[in-house]
């Protein structure tokens, strides 16, 4: 897979992919990450990439041109399968999106700033709008490191079996089941007897349950699904 992120600030999208399984899924091959700073594709000489909005208002909008110039670059080189937008009013992240979005070969992410991006980019460029949740952050790249990760961990060879995805919460729409490690006895607080009779089918059964209970508990819209 290959993911284009359009930032005005890379920096703020180097330190994500530098460790741990993101860095390994990049050294392995897996994914190939490439920002792209929107101040390169400006032809003004103070490199501004934003103005105010028509009809007033405060805030600015980053204008079309520079992305215009950016995707359509990409574009020319290679297809690509969706260009996401960040912006807190698009359809909110779970797991499911992640999962389709993961199956893809070459992403674009524009990652929004200010008041957002001219609307014009949105209906003529822009396939998919994405959400990390009902709160506003300063810009999308935060956002946009988040979709990275959900989505790189979950390409075929990125984890290996002791991080392995299919144990995840949401990946059955159920929230996964508490887990515990040595010590078995902390300070008199105890690890349930049942891991630690080594009946896996009955390990198997008490995880689901678990699972079921802390859904039931601490999300029940997910078991409406
Ligand atoms: N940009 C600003 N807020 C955002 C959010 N909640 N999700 C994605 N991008 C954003």
Redo the contacts with the bound molecule.
């Keep these: 897979m290959r993911i284009d992120i359009i930032t005005v600030l890379p920096e703020l999208l180097t330190s994500p992919f530098e460790a741990s399984i993101l860095k390994r899924a990049i050294d392995k091959g897996h994914v190939e990450i490439h920002l792209h700073n929107l101040r390169d594709y400006t032809t003004n000489n103070y490199k501004t990439v934003d103005d105010y909005q028509f009809g007033g208002g405060a805030g600015m909008v980053m204008m079309i041109e520079p992305i215009d110039k950016c995707i359509s670059g990409l574009k020319a080189e290679r297809s690509y399968d969706e260009v996401i937008y960040?912006?807190?009013d698009?359809e909110t992240l779970n797991q499911g999106i992640a999962n389709q979005l993961s199956l893809k070969r070459n992403l674009i992410i524009l990652c929004?700033h200010y008041k957002g991006v001219d609307q014009r980019v949105r209906d003529i460029f822009v396939t998919k709008e994405?959400?990390?949740?009902d709160?506003?952050?300063s810009?999308?790249e935060l956002?946009a490191a988040v979709l990275c990760d959900s989505i790189i961990r979950l390409i075929p060879g990125v984890l290996n079996d002791e991080t392995s995805a299919l144990t995840d919460s949401f990946q059955d729409d159920l929230l996964a089941p508490p887990v515990y490690t040595r010590p078995s006895d902390y300070n008199g607080h105890k690890v349930p007897e049942i891991l630690l009779s080594g009946n896996f089918p009955k390990i198997e059964k008490w995880r689901e349950e678990q699972a079921y209970k802390r859904t039931k508990e601490r999300r029940p819209d997910l078991l409406d699904e």
């Excluded at 994405?130 to 949740?133: N, T, Y």
């Design positions: 960040m912006t807190p698009g929004g994405i959400s990390i949740g709160y506003v952050l810009g999308g956002g």
